[in-house]
């Protein structure tokens, strides 16, 4: 019995001794200035872009932004249409689109100009946290490597800048990650936005791979850059230098008109311009030679997005035939029978009053 006892105190003294050396191992330890410094093991911050591995990851985080503009908001998507003589709006009510149909509704904050103002800001601090970290001294990637990836970066955030001068004139040019709120920004003039995206895209057609040989595919490409370069070019009144971008692409012999049908629909009868957007058929590896740059959107492929939600392809749900509402027993209606858009009777020359006459031919 005292010998029992003996063991047992032994032992908590034992235990007692090592649990207060690692409590002054651990006041020692926290006492060093060291012992206060981040080790970033993840998370999307400049910091954390330090190599190869962490630009793949952001560029795929930019691409990701930049991809729910196509796959977000529906009613926002016919938006950017209808109003127009290419579109009518098929819907009389919606936040999104029924200011764009009935002009008196129309206000500052309306829900659509508002979420393309947010999206492209959001792209635009994706691309330069990327651009900051390559430059910055903690990259430990290649000139080849930093080249490429601000490429990629540069692309983007003209894109975006050519998206809000497109609609909004003049808009604050930011060229610097934002972590902070920050409330005193300056409108720049429109012809300073399309300043930058002319220097953007020029750095982008510089560095960025052709389309033959980019990583992978979604990635962008130099004809892509080129051909909104030649954009940019126009809106800056310059048309011999939008010319010159044009030719670059025509002149590189690695895009063709698709005249014939092709594809998983390639026997059928039918319109070989409705095959390039088709699932299956979309890409240049699948027989697409028209496409400058194709966004990846189909269900369970890398870098694709999702079905039956917001983050999957939203456009399939814009252009539609026009359908009138389909009523049924009971004398209900179903929540989704109609349409959001559908070709303008400008357009087609004739009322468009009958879904048959595009249901085979048209995307």
């Known amino acids: 019995m005292i010998i029992s006892k003996l063991i047992n105190m032994k032992k908590q003294t034992i235990i007692y001794r090592v649990c207060a050396a690692l409590m002054v191992a651990a006041t020692f330890n926290s006492c060093k200035k060291s012992f206060l410094d981040e080790d970033y093991k993840s998370g999307y911050s400049v910091e954390a872009i330090t190599d190869e591995n962490g630009f793949k990851a952001a560029v795929a985080g930019l691409q990701n932004t930049f991809r729910t503009d196509y796959s977000s908001i529906q009613g926002g998507l016919a938006a950017l249409n209808i109003g127009t003589d290419i579109a009518s709006g098929g819907q009389v009510v919606g936040a999104y689109m029924s200011p764009f149909q009935d002009y008196k509704q129309l206000i500052p904050q309306d829900a659509t100009s508002k979420y393309c103002w947010q999206w492209c800001y959001r792209v635009i601090n994706g691309a330069n946290n990327i651009i900051q970290a390559a430059y910055a001294p903690k990259a430990t990637i290649t000139a080849a490597q930093r080249n490429l990836y601000v490429a990629e970066a540069s692309f983007f955030r003209a894109y975006a800048y050519n998206f809000l001068g497109t609609l909004f004139g003049g808009v604050p040019i930011i060229t610097e990650p934002l972590s902070a709120p920050k409330t005193d920004f300056v409108r720049a003039t429109k012809e300073e936005v399309v300043n930058l995206v002319i220097s953007d895209l020029k750095f982008a057609t510089t560095y960025l791979p052709d389309i033959t040989k980019v990583a992978s595919q979604g990635r962008i490409n130099q004809a892509a850059a080129s051909q909104l370069l030649a954009e940019a070019y126009l809106r800056a009144g310059k048309g011999d230098s939008a010319e ?59 870098g694709g997005g999702l079905p039956a939600d917001n983050t999957g392809d939203q456009h399939r749900r814009e252009w539609v035939p026009f359908y009138k509402r389909i009523g049924y027993a009971g004398g209900r209606f179903s929540w989704r029978p109609w349409y959001r858009a559908y070709p303008s009777d400008q357009l087609v020359g004739v009322p468009v009053i009958r879904s048959e006459r595009y249901a085979q031919f048209t995307i």
């Open 244 to 302: 010159l971008a044009t030719k670059a692409i025509i002149g590189g012999n690695q895009f063709a008109l698709v005249k014939t049908r092709y594809g998983i629909k390639r026997t059928q009868p039918g319109d070989a311009f409705y095959d390039m957007f088709l699932y299956g058929n979309q890409r240049r590896s699948q027989g697409n030679t028209e496409s400058i740059w194709v966004v990846e959107q189909q269900y369970l492929v890398n």
